[in-house]
């Protein structure tokens, strides 16, 4: 699945639209590890994970937690930086070799000015993300560690395998140790 995949999915697009997006796109292996953003650059690219996985995360007295992750066929970008133009205070960091294709967000802006149906699409993505992000919230306060991981697994089968469990543990809001437990049924 790439990225005209998931577009397709909020937005029927004209094959002139298409061919403005083709142009703003380029595709990139990036291995394991790999930093799209570190914490203090302005972010100027949106991302969209064609295989892998990644995560957002930031430092909070020397602990680092993730705040986002996405895996194959998802979005990925420093969504706060890149609307404010103003330094991160994130990174995003690719957990596993990725395949991703990249935009420069001000590129997009422009295609949006331009064209009403990209226009179109762009509200629907960030209605879209502020809806997942209201879920993340809801979940944080009204369900236990072990209902979040439930949830997570089933909304990314074969997460536990992917994803380092420390940085599972940070996103759910536990430990590892909790998140060991949580895992092995013993709450």
């Known amino acids: 699945m790439d990225i005209f995949d998931t577009i397709n999915q909020f937005q029927k697009l004209s094959p002139e639209s298409i061919q403005k997006l083709r142009e703003i796109i380029f595709e990139q292996k990036v291995p394991r590890g790999h930093h799209l953003l570190e914490i203090g650059e302005v972010d100027q690219f949106f991302h969209f994970i064609i295989t892998g996985s990644g995560r957002v995360y930031y430092l909070k007295e020397d602990l680092d937690i993730t705040d986002y992750i996405a895996m ?5 970008g420093g969504v706060e930086s890149l609307f404010t133009h103003q330094p991160s205070h994130k990174a995003i960091e690719l957990t596993e070799d990725s395949v991703i294709q990249s935009f420069r967000f001000s590129d997009f802006e422009k295609l949006c000015d331009e064209i009403h149906e990209i226009e179109a699409l762009g509200r629907k993505l960030s209605t879209f993300a502020f809806l997942e992000a209201q879920r993340r919230i809801e979940s ?7 209902e979040r991981y439930a949830e997570l697994c089933k909304k990314y089968p074969g997460i ?3 994803i380092p469990l420390k940085h599972l543990a940070s996103y759910l809001g536990t430990t590892p140790v909790s998140l060991s437990r949580v895992r092995s049924g013993i709450q």
């Open 160 to 162: 536990a395998n992917r």
């Open 72 to 76: 194959d066929g998802q979005f990925l």
């Open 140 to 146: 944080i306060r009204f369900m236990s560690a072990a």
